[in-house]
């Protein structure tokens, strides 16, 4: 009896993992919130120092576009900044020399501080034509080459950072109060040499579908929900890729 009781346990556990194993989850997919870097002003792409699948880091060039125009702003601030101070210096000489007024001298330095501003504004117009990572990430897409015409505000290339890898999924409507925000999961995807760590961070309020306003049970059961879970550690996840999402405690 005690060898019968044994091999019953035995089995029943045996099936309660198969079960666990061969739960396929919920369907899902890939997504990221990806970080666009583009040039304030168009211009010519001179040169890209990345390419896609690239790993960069904080503070790393990515590409130039053509400076010559914001030069030339800087060379004509410049100017006008010396010759600012040139009537300064005047201005004040005459003071002295009680041929000048003290309004001359404190208009010219009101301008010399002017000319301070679009100078220091035209600079840095200029060096913003060198662009460089914000993030710690990868060079997900490339959209323009040396030698092509940049729009002002157009992305040049897109960044994904780790943590802005996310997993959307959906949850029958029967299932969903078991669902909770912080809730972990396991990602698994074809050809991952493990399950990726990930938790729940978004429940929506609203269901996919809009249903007639009495609803059934057989509608209930068809409603689903959208779910997002999100990874530190996104491992071989990529963008657009189908996985299934899983859940510790089964949920069906």
Known sequence: MRLIHVVVLTAGMLLAACAKKDDPGFQGWVEADLIFVGPDEAGRLEWLKVREGDKVETGAPL???????????????????????????????LLKSSSGTQKAVDDAEAVIRTDMAKVSAAETRLNRRKLVSTVNGSVQEIYFRPGEYVSAGRPVLSLLPPNNIKIRFFVPETLLPKVSLGQPVEIHCDGCKANVPARVTYISRTSEFTPPVIYSLEERSKLVYLVEARTGEPGELRVGQPVDVRFPERLR
């Open 63 to 93: 590409f130039a576009v053509d400076p010559e125009m914001q030069q030339a702003d800087v060379d004509m601030a410049q100017a006008s900044l010396t010759n600012a101070k040139v009537t300064y210096d005047r201005a004040t000489s």
